[in-house]
């Protein structure tokens, strides 16, 4: 359960964000230098997390005052192989911290690391994660909090994350919006029947800011609250462009993901941060269809 340290939202001496080039880091970032936050954005081209170099190279960007945001990940996790290495980069950035400690931690989780339930999630829903991508998680999870027991850390779990600039083209709004744009029929796995939470990248890295702001330690779950089929979903995006395209559903096979139903319960972001306004829905897809064009 989140906890804000700090009542009055303060600017942080330093951040150092690792993966600054990801769909999480590039957001978080930009939003941290519209505050005029000293932000440093660091890459693979800076510090490749998996090089025998990498725990001195970034204990070389790190004080005493820093606040160390890592949003670093091979993902999606697809096999063993890629496991071990995205725990092999946890573990160098767990030897540059405890060269260099840092005054925060913040680590941008998954919601994978939930076992499914048929009842919204919270964050003290067990994790019991059923998949290698949230494993993956759990463990550098574990890691921070055991390797690093001294630093104040947060744990940022969001769920299924679309907006503009997503790099993965994953399965949902992301790729549905760029079918449409290009005049290519949807396609869905089943009838697109499973439900699922969705949240704006910008709003991932508002509620980074705010955790960055507040020095905020424990869990949060960045979430929406509710939840849209991909067959709605598609049909959004579909209706967002002319000639409108077709939303076309085919044979399932194998099981259904999570059940086809996966919600959140996002009553501690609005108990934490009563003035947020996350994103809905049709108007991210609106900001996406402008991105697009």
Known sequence: MLTLNVAKPTRPERVVIMGAGGFV?????????????????????EVDLLA????????AQLTSTTTLLVTSALAPVKNTAMLLDNLRMMQAVIEAVKATPVAHLIYISSDAVYADS????????????????????????????????????????????FGPGDPHNGYGPNRFMRLAQSGKDITLFGEGEEQRDHIFIEDVAEIVRRCVRHRATSIVNAVSGKVTSFKEIAEMASARFEPRVKVVGTPRVGAMPHRGYRAFDSSLLARLFPDLRLTTLPSGLDRMRASLK
Do not use: C, Y
Not at 52 to 59: C, D, N, R
């Open 25 to 45: 880091g590039r957001a978080s970032l930009h939003k941290l230098q519209v505050d005029g936050v000293n932000a440093v954005a660091l890459t693979r081209k």
């Open 118 to 161: 048929d009842q919204p999630m919270t964050e003290s829903s067990p994790a019991e994660p059923g998949s290698l991508h949230g494993v993956m998680h759990l463990a550098r999870e574990v890691m921070l909090k055991n390797e690093l027991a001294n630093v104040p850390q947060a744990f940022v779990r969001p769920t299924l994350i």
């Open 52 to 59: 025998g170099s990498a725990g001195q190279k970034l204990a």
